[in-house]
């Protein structure tokens, strides 16, 4: 079936440095991504969304980017703060009906000081 | 600003024992869904309910059962717990579906089966 999936199961970046963590969906009827972050003992929490007919959308020090010829999706957060150490999941809506969403594995990112 | 509420965060059950995974949201939303969360997996989709009245079943919905009490309220229920069955539970809200609004998770229940 269709899936979401990452490149990158691991991330490690230095406190101050720009993250960037990719995303890659094969379903190219999806019409709106999420990216979350969750914290260790948290449920996921909401970063930023975008929809498909957009390329980029901006957010207070992230920015997602979306590729629709490659099928790509990447959160960028700029000057990465210990606190944004956690893990990211990106996830698709496949649309229709169901209206549910479908979600990677996650990728840990790890910021040291 | 509460959000959405899952009780207990813990539980601790024995094979074959029932229980109730509590989930509220304050948020007005219409559709509310629950998920489960293993290492190594993405979160996977167990029910959802679209609307009040509604329920719907997702990608792995065998052996649980929810009920939508009411516009707030969407319970889970392990008629007969299994060890395949734990797992970390999160529910999560949305103002509707279809819908290309952000789902709202709760903290989750970390639920073992001995």
């Known amino acids: 079936g269709e899936s979401v999936g990452l490149h990158l199961p691991t991330l490690s970046v230095q406190e101050g440095d720009n993250s960037i963590i990719n995303c890659a969906y094969s379903?190219?009827?999806?019409?709106?991504f999420i990216w979350y972050k969750q914290e260790s003992g948290k449920g996921p929490q909401f970063i930023i969304d975008?929809?498909?007919?957009?390329d980029k959308r901006q957010g207070q020090r992230v920015t997602v980017l979306l590729n629709k010829t490659v099928k790509h999706l990447s959160l960028q957060i700029a000057a990465t703060q210990p606190g944004d150490s956690a893990v990211y999941f990106c996830?698709?809506?496949?649309?229709?009906?169901?209206?549910?969403?479908?979600f990677g594995k996650g990728t840990k990112l790890s910021v040291k000081p | 600003n509460a959000g959405v509420t899952q009780t207990p965060k813990f539980q601790v059950l024995k094979t074959g024992q029932s229980m109730t995974l509590q989930c509220a949201q304050d948020m007005n939303h219409n559709s509310m869904y629950w998920y489960r969360q293993d290492p190594g997996m993405g979160l996977r989709l167990i029910y959802y309910?679209?609307?009040?009245?509604?329920?719907d079943k997702g990608e792995v919905p065998n052996g649980y059962n929810v009920s939508r009490l009411n516009k707030r309220e969407f319970s889970l229920r392990l008629e007969s717990a299994a060890p395949s069955q734990t797992s970390v539970y999160f529910c999560?809200?949305?103002?509707?579906?279809?819908?290309?609004?952000?789902?709202?998770f709760g903290d989750g229940t970390r639920l073992s089966i001995l």
């Open positions: 999560a809200s949305s103002l509707r579906v279809p819908s290309n609004q952000p789902q709202h």
């Open positions: 975008i929809r498909s007919n957009m």
């Open positions: 996830a698709e809506n496949l649309g229709g009906s169901q209206g549910n969403l479908i």
């Open positions: 309910s679209a609307s009040e009245g509604t329920t």
């Open positions: 379903n190219s009827a999806s019409d709106y």
